[in-house]
């Protein structure tokens, strides 16, 4: 996995963990968290035995990520099988994979929950227990369903509990799972890496979308842009689009299989922009994201972290540019509330970018719209004179039988129109 030395979670985790201790444990995103919690796993999960690991996560994504760090770890040979149950994901095939007995269970709660209820998942010889976002778990309601999770498991476990921030939910949560637990902080709370720039764009809402095409076209490399609503995030997406910025929207409200592409995507550098809510892109680990735009501010000020956190990965520079309207006022205060003052301190206040430097790309991007539109003017002209000339024909044969009839019955004369005659016969059929 091209490890050479530990990150600092890693050194303070690893040994407290193999010793059987319970952690709680609180670091910066990036800081190989994951890791930190995989490898003394696999170290204290004997080959005779059956007990089982259990790692709840709070996104399919995270959940995903988590069990590709723990297959690259195993390799091919190892005896210790993994399996990851989230939703979205065919009910059959995770069954067939529960049959060949894995010791190591991934998941969110929600979907390792069905299986418990299904029994075709028992967490009864649960050795290891791990929380990893346990926050952000909260955040989306997922309480009930740990506490169904847990309360199935023997107390005589060892429970690892990770975070990026540990606010008060978090500590109760802690003292009602874990038994003197090993604290561990790495940093100030809140921290976020050096080698990140941050600026702030201060515009009127009306002036957002053209301020992101703007920077977009301006910057280099993998860009990430949150956005609030899934909604927004698919108009946003079609919207750059068309204005030739290439970029593809990620949400909750995608099939798992498509999320899953174009995550791949993403990773392999096929398109450079991600539109994205902050319940998909929670925990999302693309080593190469350059750029964080924050579009709309975050519901949870504890999301901010969150997000900024996505870029400057493993000891790379990132940068987070926040827009703020006037009504963001209160949000930002809250966030910034939260941010350690150091950081308060080296945010900066941005320039709206220039639209000079993109006047040619522009003009360029309006040509082909423009003949886009022509073509498809042109074949809509066409369509229209073909359904002209059938019109006309229609109207030509109609003055054939404009002439009426004449028809007697019972005794009675009166004059109708072929063309309604037919008509009649066509209905009555």
Not at 1 to 9: A, E, H, L, N, V
Not at 20 to 44: M, R, V
Not at 108 to 124: A, E, M, W
Not at 179 to 184: G, L, Y
Request: proline share 4%.
């Amino acid at each position: 996995m091209g490890f050479s030395t530990p990150t600092p979670i890693q050194r303070e985790s690893i040994p407290i963990a193999l010793t059987g201790k319970d952690i709680l444990a609180s670091a910066q995103t990036g800081s190989g968290k994951t890791a930190a919690f995989a490898i003394p796993i696999i170290e204290n999960l004997p080959d005779d035995s059956t007990d089982i690991a259990v790692i709840l996560a709070p996104t399919r994504e995270l959940a995903n990520q988590i069990y590709e760090v723990f297959i690259q770890l195993l390799g091919f040979k190892n005896s210790l099988k993994v399996v990851s149950l989230i939703g979205g994901e065919s009910i059959s095939t995770q069954l067939r994979s529960l049959k060949k007995k894995p010791r190591i269970v991934i998941g969110t709660p929600g979907r390792i929950n069905d299986h418990i209820n299904r029994k075709s998942l028992s967490i009864k010889k649960t050795k290891i227990l791990v929380l990893d976002e346990t926050d952000r778990m909260l955040d989306m309601g997922f309480e009930i369903q740990i506490d169904e999770v847990v309360k199935r498991m023997t107390k005589n476990r060892q429970t690892l509990m990770f975070s990026a921030t540990i606010p008060r939910n978090i500590s109760k949560l802690a003292e009602k799972y874990l038994i003197e637990p090993k604290r561990i902080t790495i940093g100030s709370e809140n921290e976020v890496p050096k080698n990140l720039k941050q600026e702030t764009l201060k515009l009127k809402s009306n002036e957002k979308y053209e301020q992101l095409l703007n920077q977009l076209r301006f910057r280099q490399g993998s860009v990430l842009v949150f956005i609030k609503t899934k909604y927004a995030c698919d108009r946003m997406a079609k919207k750059l689009s068309f204005d030739g910025v290439k970029a593809l929207a990620i949400h909750g409200d995608l099939k798992q299989n498509k999320r899953n592409r174009i995550i791949a995507d993403y990773r392999k550098n096929k398109f450079s922009i991600l539109i994205g809510t902050d319940i998909v892109c929670r925990g999302l680990d693309v080593p190469h994201i350059e750029h964080v735009v924050n579009f709309d501010l975050p519901q949870v000020p504890e999301d901010f972290i969150h997000r900024i956190g996505r870029t400057a990965r493993a000891g790379q520079s990132g940068s987070v540019l926040t827009f703020l309207t006037a009504k963001d006022h209160l949000k930002w205060r809250a966030i910034q509330k939260i941010l350690d003052p150091k950081i308060k301190n080296r945010i900066n206040e941005a320039k709206p970018q220039s639209t000079k430097f993109i006047e040619n790309d522009k003009s360029n991007t309006k040509k082909t719209n423009r003949k886009n539109f022509q073509k498809k003017k042109d074949i809509n002209l066409n369509k229209k004179k073909k359904h002209s000339k059938v019109i006309d024909k229609k109207i030509k044969n109609k003055k054939k039988f404009k002439t009426p009839i004449l028809m007697r019955s019972d005794n009675r004369t009166r004059f109708i129109d072929e063309e309604i005659v037919y008509r009649i016969i066509k209905e009555n059929k």
